[in-house]
């Protein structure tokens, strides 16, 4: 039973949601923007797959199945430094990548590498990173490292829960601030057993 503060805390969510997927289709030119039709319609998570090593431990090696929360012009009041967001491939659109947000507009990059001068992410712009730190930067681990910052307009989700296999799954640490605005959100719409049937492992 979900407590009726977690309701209340939902129904915000589901609200804000909605007003920013009828802005966002306003702006695109949809004459009939109904708020309360994307109020009640769907969810606000969905089930994503992936595989690859970039994100281990936080994502399996053999890949995991995730449950992402759905984002509508993604911007740094809505995703945190520390999250971990699914976006598109900066290199090829028609394919998703799962990383953790490091830094987004106005952070100075500074490498490690002397050769790289620093710079300020400009507005709009974030930089992601893999998980695994066993990785060689630039020759294995496929983030930012290797294709530069990314619009934020190419963050599709935040990742809210992973399931890896049937018995080692859990929420997925993301920001403080990510995690208490979608506690509510993986309280009502977290279906283990749903996830479990569309685990591809």
């Known amino acids: 039973m979900v407590a009726l503060t977690t309701l209340a805390r939902y129904i915000a969510s589901r609200m804000e949601y909605s007003v920013n997927l009828s802005f ?3 702006q695109q030119g949809v004459k009939d923007v109904d708020v309360w039709k994307n109020f009640f319609q769907g969810k606000l998570t969905y089930v994503h797959w992936t595989k690859g090593e970039e994100m281990a431990p936080t994502i399996g090696p053999q890949g995991g199945t995730l449950l ?3 984002l509508i012009s993604p911007d740094s009041s809505r995703v945190d430094v520390g999250d971990v967001v699914v976006l598109k491939d900066p290199e090829n659109s028609d394919n998703l990548i799962v990383r953790r947000l490091a830094a987004v507009e106005g952070y100075e990059m500074v490498s490690k590498d002397e050769k790289d001068e620093p710079f300020v992410l400009d507005d709009d712009e974030c930089w992601v990173v893999a998980d695994n730190e066993n990785m060689k930067p630039k020759q294995e681990a496929y983030d930012s490292r290797t294709f530069g910052p990314v619009s934020m307009s190419n963050i599709v989700g935040r990742v809210l829960y992973c399931l890896r296999n049937a018995v080692d799954h859990g929420p997925v640490n993301n920001s ?4 208490r605005k979608d506690s509510a959100i993986l309280e009502v719409e977290l279906d283990v057993d749903e996830m479990v049937k569309n685990h591809k492992a």
Request: zero cysteines.
């Open 24 to 26: 966002k289709n306003f």
């Open 68 to 70: 992402v929360r759905r």
């Open 176 to 179: 403080e601030t990510s995690m």
